[in-house]
């Protein structure tokens, strides 16, 4: 079946102006997170989602960024008056029910430069 | 948070030799998990080894567990040029998986 995908592969933006980030896990997972790299770094936590629980937002880095996961399915990150510190690779992943012991799916990223 | 550290930063070696790469935790985990990225993109899982497990091995992977030591290693055997990528450890713990800064591995022809 299909992998995870996310869109747009690539965004380029202005700082200052909203942008949103989609992920489309694979079909049945119900948990799915959402990753921020910099060039060079490790992968930073930002959100949980698990089936119908509350999310784990622990990892949003600031009250610009937030994110819903519709239907238990698509997911939208999204990044309010972006800063240049936003620009990075924004990497989701999905997993069967969300135990550490799973493997997690990753899709291709999104890349994301604020100007 | 529990983030496992990898070692060393980057790593070159000669088509055909072996890599070996380290990551050592700090507190309990449940298990570990090894994973590859090509050229900042997506995330690919290689091996999970559990707390109560020593060795696994898949394919050309190599995968030890030391929790007495709270470090594990990842060896590549009869390295390949397509091996080149970065590697991530992730710690599995507290319901979570914490991914570590990752090692570059280059691999020459």
């Known amino acids: 079946g299909a992998g995870v995908s996310q869109s747009p592969s690539n965004k380029v933006t202005e700082k200052g102006k909203d942008v949103e980030l989609r992920c489309d896990p694979i079909s049945g997972h119900t948990a799915l997170y959402w990753y921020r790299q910099s060039l060079g770094q490790g992968l930073e936590f930002l959100i949980y989602?698990?089936?119908?629980?509350?999310?784990?937002k622990s990892g949003l880095p600031s009250d610009r960024f937030s994110a819903e996961r519709t239907g238990g399915s698509v997911s939208t990150l999204t990044i309010q008056r972006t800063q240049q510190e936003d620009s990075a690779v924004y990497l989701c992943?999905?997993?069967?029910?969300?135990?550490?012991?799973?493997?997690?799916?990753f899709g291709p990223g999104t890349r994301l430069l604020v100007l | 948070s529990q983030q496992g550290e990898e070692d060393p930063q980057a790593l070159s070696i000669q088509e055909g030799e072996n890599a070996t790469m380290n990551c050592s935790y700090k507190t309990s985990i449940n298990n570990l998990q090894w994973y590859r990225q090509n050229s900042g993109r997506g995330l690919v899982h290689l091996i999970l080894i559990r707390s109560n497990e020593r060795e696994k091995h898949s394919g050309r992977l190599r995968v030890t567990l030391d929790t007495s030591k709270k470090s594990s290693s990842l060896l590549i055997t009869a390295s390949r040029a397509a091996d080149t990528a970065s590697y991530f450890c992730a710690i599995g713990a507290n319901s979570k998986l914490t991914f570590g800064k990752g090692i570059t591995l280059s691999v020459r022809p």
């Open positions: 992943a999905s997993s069967f029910q969300g135990y550490e012991t799973e493997t997690q799916y």
């Open positions: 989602f698990q089936g119908n629980s509350a999310p784990d």
